[in-house]
C-alpha cells in the first residue's frame, strides 16, 4: 500500500512537481486547485506543513487542515496546520463551529433550557 505522505519531502524540495505528482489524487480536490493556485514558495511552504502534521495526525487530517486554512484566506505554517490537524483527527467539531457545553450543566445537576444558546 503506497503511502502519500512519504511523497510530500520531495515535494517540498521540488514543489513545481506538484503538477505532475500522483499525490494529488490523494489530496481533497479543494487543497490541490489551492495549491495549483500558489507560486513555488507558496506551495513549498503548504506542503512543508502538510508533511510535519502528517507524522503526527496522519496524511488525511493533514491535508484537511491546509485546506480549511486555506479556504480562510491565509497560507498555513508548520505550527498551525499541525494544530488543527491534531484536533481533525482527535475529531471534529460541531457544525456550528461551537462546543456544546450542555453535558456540563448534567454534571452539575442542573438542568437547562434547550434555547439558552
Do not use: W
Not at 503506497?2 to 489530496?27: C, H, K, Q, Y
Not at 494544530?83 to 462546543?99: D, F, I
Amino acid at each position: 500500500m503506497r503511502n502519500p505522505a512519504s511523497l510530500v519531502p520531495a515535494l517540498v524540495a521540488r514543489p513545481r512537481a506538484f503538477g505532475e505528482s500522483t499525490i494529488r489524487r490523494d489530496m481533497p480536490p479543494g487543497l490541490v486547485d489551492a495549491l495549483d493556485r500558489l507560486d513555488a514558495p507558496g506551495r513549498r511552504q503548504v506542503l512543508r506543513a502538510i508533511s510535519k502534521a502528517a507524522g503526527p495526525s496522519g496524511f488525511e487530517a493533514a491535508c484537511t487542515a491546509a485546506a480549511r486554512i486555506l479556504a480562510g484566506g491565509r497560507v498555513p505554517d508548520e505550527a498551525s496546520c499541525d494544530m488543527l490537524a491534531r484536533r481533525v483527527a482527535a475529531g471534529t467539531p460541531s457544525p456550528s463551529g461551537c462546543a456544546d457545553l450542555l453535558v456540563y450543566d448534567g454534571f452539575l445537576g442542573r438542568e437547562v433550557e434547550s434555547d439558552a444558546h
